[in-house]
């Protein structure tokens, strides 16, 4: 092969999704076309999807950048000779000069996009397996040490400290523990987790595998919802190659030292709640359970379990290499290290963002995503996904951090920022995050079941300008019992983009000073 | 009419359960790939899963009742999966959505479904057929997608 040039097109799920193997497609035939001497490889987003797809080259001078590209933009590359670098006006410059990857500070990305996701060599010679390496010449108690020195939190939205989870599993007494991940990404706003399984997967196998070492399990289920089925033939494939490579260990029967399953979900957003999950995984409706126990005491099948999120798990292979305090001296206040934001709704340049906490939203918005897509001035954002708040445009120098954003009543959740224009009508979409808990409740507890129902219908009658400011009022009682009163997450949240709507927009609702 | 089958016989359900090991925890999957096998789930198969399963008719409706993928009904030619959460509405899924139920016609055989988010939340709206993902969906390239998928030349692939 030596010669070929190299050309990554990404099989990342949104890369394909606007065409990207159409554009493989056209490249092999121009380059046979051409007698071009070509190697394709498939890597996962760099995560400018704007751009997507987006072409690189491998040259002398570095990775050179086209997109977006379509499969008709193809000859016209060749007549350029893109395989050199050469300018067209798709050309973006070398793919990590590009101010929106410039600026970032990629650790838990930082192979997503640059490796074949399903090469084990490739993601050895870009660090990987060195967190495993050091996981396995130290005692369990010391791997928790090191995740608690980082400071890493949970990344699925809670935002609960990893390593002391971990603790708490490790100091169990069982002769079974598991691990599960938490892949139902089922905010909407979010794609950090797909994109990391389809773009970096061995680095979520290896941070279940030293978070196995570090607690004691012995088997691992990675949750993935059914709405992912690209990222779940990609897993499938990259456990695969893992255990052939013996990489899971051995036991003396021969059998692996560390099993890993993949289950899929089948289209229910409550089972991003973790007690739910452990439901589901274990072949049952997704109902909530009530807490206590913890799962870390009482989880999978009633045995200590780790639940993480895809994020936490995948950092942790970095935070083992690299040491805790590298990891550690990213980040503001509490919320130590980097969170992976994802611009998406109206936004021109919508992707992932890795940056340390501490970012503010304006600059996410404003600097890295350039404003909306359709042109029109921005509105507000919802952070956090559908259980987050909206926050309006005047509030956008919030730093992006657990306790700045709590402060003001919102919540970081997974790192995702919806952005909207000034077409919204806040009504509605107060209205629509009470639809969308009736939807998605599992039923268990009343206050989210039947609350979501009459808060709901209680919106539609504001809309309809039926007693608004009464109305109103029942609303914010209704939604002060669903936050003290709902067993999860699920009812207890959905007052937070209701109740934000309500405060920042009151124009919306029928009323000056509805909120007060 | 009323009688009980034994559906054990029921070659491919045994092949599939024993898969998984005849193991209860691993409902989820098995129903997945009966769907995927037969395209929905009928009463015969869920009995003989029951009966393999050793758990009752009652915790499989349960779960099958709970779940939003599976199908009690066969299904259409090809499904058009809407995404209606808030990313997407930022950029007019509702109105595409609405698109869709307008044009899409019944000899099409098509079913137009909502569904909340699919992770393609910077490319939006997003549609997903069948298994396939497409991103920034306008209600051109919508009709276009329709008409290739009734018209069978995205089967295939």
Known sequence: MTGAVRIFVPCDAAALSVGADDVVAAISAEAARRKADIQLVRNGSRGMLWLEPLVEVETPAGRMAYGAVAAGDVAGLFDANFLAGGDHPLKQGETEKIPYFAKQERLTFARCGVIDPLDLKDYEAHGGLQGLGKALKMQPAEIVAAITES???????????????????????????????????????????????????????????????????????????????????????????????????????????????????????????????????????????????????????????????????????????????????YGMGRSRGTQPFQLAGDIKQGGLVEKAFGVSLRELIENYGGGTRSGRPVRTAQVGGPLGAYIPAAGFDVKMDYEALAKTGAMLGHGGVVVFNDGVDMARQARFAMAFCEIESCGKCTPCRIGAVRGKETIEKIIDGKNAPENLQLLEDLCDLMTDGSLCAMGGLTPMPVMSAVKHFPEDFGGKNAGN | MAVLIDNTDDEEVRRICAAHGDRPDALLEILHELQAARGWLTDDA????????????????????????????????????????????????????????????????????????????????????????????????????????????????
């Open chain 2, 46 to 157: 869920l009995r003989a899963v029951a009966h393999i399963l050793n758990i009752s008719r009652a915790e499989i409706h349960g779960v099958v009742s709970f779940y939003h993928d599976y199908r009690r009904a066969p299904p259409p030619r090809f499904v058009v999966k809407i995404c209606r959460a808030e990313a997407c509405q930022a950029v007019g899924s509702e109105e595409l959505a609405k698109h869709a139920e307008a044009t899409l016609e019944q000899g099409d055989d098509a079913a137009v479904e909502a569904v909340y988010c699919l992770g393609n939340c910077a490319l939006g709206p997003a549609v997903m057929i069948d298994d396939t993902l497409y991103g920034r969906v306008d209600r051109v390239k919508f009709d276009a997608l329709c008409k290739k998928y009734a018209s069978g030349k995205e089967h295939a692939s």
């Open chain 1, 151 to 329: 400071g890493l939190r949970g990344r699925g939205g809670a935002g609960f400290p990893t390593g002391i989870k971990w603790k708490t599993v490790l100091e169990q007494q069982s002769g079974l523990k598991y691990i599960c991940c938490n892949a139902d990404e089922g905010d909407s706003g979010t794609f950090a987790d797909r994109m990391l399984m389809e773009g970096d997967p061995f680095s979520l196998i290896e941070g279940m595998m030293i978070a196995s070492l570090a607690v004691g399990a012995s088997e691992g289920y990675i949750y993935l919802r059914s709405e992912y089925p690209h990222a779940a033939a990609t897993l499938r494939k990259a456990i695969a190659l893992w255990e052939e490579a013996g990489l899971s260990g051995k036991r003396e029967d021969g059998s692996p030292r560390f099993k890993l399953h993949l289950r899929m979900g089948a289209g229910a957003y409550i089972c991003g709640e973790e007690s739910s999950m452990l439901e589901s995984l274990e072949g049952k409706r997704g109902q909530v359970r009530a807490k206590p126990p913890i799962p870390a005491i009482s989880g999978l099948f009633g045995k200590p379990t780790v639940v993480n999120n895809v994020l936490s798990l995948a950092t942790a292979p970095l935070i083992l290499a690299k040491g805790a305090d590298y990891y550690k001296n």
